[in-house]
Every structure is written in structure tokens, then in C-alpha cells.
């Protein structure tokens, strides 16, 4: 499969603790973007990155968030002193172009 | 503020009868839009887009027409099959602010149903 991976699919956690979800974009892509979605609500766009470059963030994107692309291939991102608030797919997507594709999300639960 | 509306939350339709799925959008700096279809458990995937020097483009059953004085797209698909059971999300876009790519804008999404 080519398409776009994410890992974990799940996560459940405790408030107050930190996670860290990967994203493994389609290899030719170099931009790849991180993207939120709550429960009847489309994706809210959270970061961007050009090859290794964190070139986008959004206002959504607090201080306890932070997102890496360190070789310009995969992507972590992390969430510090976890909130109930933060319960959400989190998505993340890659592109050669305009289109943008999506992997299937890591679901976040936190306690 | 929501910039990028579908203002209805599901749809149901028979087998073979056309689906009409609506966006209405408020920013008139987005220039590029897209549908999406997700299925549980997956990730969107895309589905057709539109440029907003057009005002409709075709891909086989799926056909978006684009409104940018009424600021509205729509999706049509027809015939509808049942596998087209799905969420639909319109997403406008615009460049970022540095140039370097495109900034998609979701709406909250549309789930269709088609009746065998």
C-alpha cells in the first residue's frame, strides 16, 4: 500500500500526559500537512511542512503542540500535558500539488 | 466563524436518482475547490475539484458546478449507487500566505445515503 499511514490509530491517555502520533506520507510528496477533526465537524487545518520546513502553523496550534519532519520524510506530532479538549482525529495528509491526500487518522482519547 | 457552510447534515436518495450535495462559502479570496468522501475508519479521500475560473468540471458520474456570485458549489452525482453511502466534505482553498501551497477550508460535512 502507497497510500498515506498513520500510527497509532488509537490512543487513549490520561489527561496530563504526552503523545506522540507518526505520519508517513506518499514518498514522492513533499508537502504534508496535520489536520484535526472533532466529532461532526470537517478537518481543521493544524500545520504544514515543505519537505524538512515548518512553513504553516495555525492559531489552533497551541504552545503544547509541536510537529517535526526531521529528514523531510516522515512526521511526528506531539501533544504535551494532554486536555480533554484535545479528544479528536487527528489527520494527516500529503501532496505533490493541489489535491491532498489523506491518511486514515489517529484517534485520540484522553481521560 | 464558519467560513465554508454545508448547511445539510444528511441526505438520503434512492438507487439510480441523482444526489445534490450543497456548499456555500463566505471568503471570496478561496479560488480552488475540492469535494472529499470519507468512509468510516478512512481518511477523506479526494473526489473532484474545481477551479474558480470554471463553473462546472465532470469526472464520469460526478459533476461540481461552481456559483461565484451566489459564493456556492454544488456536487452532483448521478446515478447514485449505494456505495456512494458516504460522508461528503466540500473544502475551499487558498494559497498561504507564503506562497508555497494551498490551505484547505472544510465544511462540516454531508452524509449521504443512498437506498437500494
Known amino acids: 500500500d502507497t497510500g498515506v499511514s498513520q500510527d497509532p490509530r488509537h490512543k487513549i491517555t490520561k489527561r496530563g500526559q504526552n503523545v506522540t502520533f507518526r505520519c508517513d506520507p506518499i514518498?514522492?510528496?513533499?508537502?504534508l500537512y496535520w489536520y484535526r477533526q472533532t466529532l461532526g465537524q470537517g478537518p481543521e487545518f493544524l500545520t504544514y511542512?515543505?519537505?524538512?520546513?515548518?512553513?504553516?502553523k495555525s492559531r489552533l496550534l497551541s504552545d503544547r503542540f509541536s510537529a517535526e519532519r526531521p529528514k523531510g520524510s516522515f512526521s511526528t506530532l506531539e501533544i504535551q500535558r494532554t486536555e480533554q479538549g484535545d479528544s479528536a482525529m487527528y489527520l494527516c495528509?500529503?501532496?505533490?500539488?493541489?489535491?491532498?491526500?489523506f491518511g486514515p487518522g489517529t484517534r485520540l482519547t484522553v481521560l | 466563524d464558519q467560513q465554508v457552510k454545508q448547511n445539510s447534515p444528511s441526505l438520503s436518495v434512492q438507487e439510480g436518482r441523482i444526489s445534490i450535495l450543497n456548499c456555500d462559502y463566505t471568503n471570496s479570496m478561496f479560488d480552488y475547490f475540492l469535494w472529499y468522501k470519507k468512509y468510516p475508519a478512512e481518511g477523506p479521500t479526494f473526489l473532484i475539484s474545481?477551479?474558480?475560473?470554471?463553473d462546472k468540471n465532470e469526472d464520469g458520474r460526478f459533476t461540481v458546478f461552481l456559483n461565484k456570485s451566489a459564493k456556492h458549489l454544488s456536487l452532483h452525482i448521478v446515478p447514485s449507487q449505494p456505495g456512494d453511502s458516504a460522508v461528503y466534505f466540500c473544502a475551499a482553498s487558498t494559497t498561504f500566505s507564503s506562497g508555497s501551497a494551498r490551505q484547505l477550508t472544510f465544511g462540516s460535512g454531508t452524509q449521504l445515503t443512498v437506498l437500494p
Open positions: 474545481i477551479s474558480s475560473i470554471k
Open positions: 495528509a500529503s501532496s505533490p500539488q493541489d489535491e491532498q491526500f
Open positions: 514518498s514522492e510528496h513533499n508537502r
Open positions: 511542512f515543505q519537505n524538512e520546513a515548518q512553513l504553516e
